[in-house]
């Protein structure tokens, strides 16, 4: 039973570039949430995919951006990246109405 | 909006018990869970408490009082595996299956022989 898996596993970008940062669900999830972990933290929720629309969004602005696909998988895009971008992007998946959350590995983005 | 607390770091021996406690505002809340988090990997699920008690789980327990917003985990017979990060974390509102977690910044474990 495939787990939940991201793409790239590392990224390093410049300032004002931007980027886009990949998931699968685990099998038979429908549900996709993507958080955003800096060093020494907590997870913060970014947003939340379901039925391919944008169903929750966190505290972040309008240059991050996402996508759900008919199979479920999900894309993160960052424009205009800030150094304070840099950090560890976790993709969670979840089947409704379930809450649990399972997690990927994440991609670790470093904006020089 | 939320305000989960749980301490920066404990360390404890192998073999012993540690208990790592987490408080949040009650307001709107509907769920805790916990998640364990080696470095630089992710966080994996540790248990899920809706309702007041304690649930077991092998070496680990979760307690919850929803009156107190008050939560803790029970690590016993720690191993040297068990060193890792655990994140607690809150889910709110109604509408199950559409509800974020917010997290709290983790307490750092450090298993010492």
């Known amino acids: 039973d495939a787990g939940v898996t991201q793409s790239p596993t590392h990224l390093i970008k410049t300032r004002g570039q931007q980027v886009t940062l990949r998931c699968s669900p685990k099998?038979?999830?429908?549900?996709v949430s993507w958080y955003q972990q800096a060093l020494g933290q907590g997870p913060q929720f970014i947003f939340q995919?379901?039925?391919?629309?944008?169903?929750q969004r966190g505290n972040f602005p309008d240059r991050f951006s996402g996508h759900q696909f008919p199979n479920y998988s999900s894309e993160l895009n960052v424009n205009a990246l800030l150094l304070g971008d840099s950090a560890l992007y976790l993709c969670?998946?979840?089947?409704?109405?379930?809450?649990?959350?399972?997690f990927g590995p994440g991609t670790r983005l470093t904006v020089l | 909006g939320q305000n989960i607390d749980q301490p920066t770091e404990m360390t404890a021996t192998e073999g012993a018990i540690v208990q790592i406690n987490c408080t949040y505002q009650t307001s709107g809340f509907n769920g805790l869970f916990w998640y364990q988090q080696h470095a630089g990997e992710a966080p994996t699920f540790l248990s899920y408490n809706v309702l007041d008690g304690l649930e077991e789980k092998g070496r680990f327990s979760s307690f919850l009082s929803r009156s107190k917003g008050y939560s803790y985990l029970l690590l016993k017979e720690l191993q040297m595996k068990d060193s890792a990060s655990y994140l607690c974390?809150?889910?709110?509102?109604?509408?199950?299956?559409?509800?974020?977690?917010?997290f709290g910044s983790g307490t750092r474990l450090q298993v010492q022989p």
């Open positions: 099998s038979g999830h429908d549900t």
């Open positions: 969670a998946s979840s089947l409704a109405p379930a809450d649990t959350q399972y």
């Open positions: 995919y379901y039925e391919e629309e944008e169903r």
């Open positions: 974390a809150v889910i709110m509102g109604r509408d199950t299956g559409r509800r974020a977690l917010t």
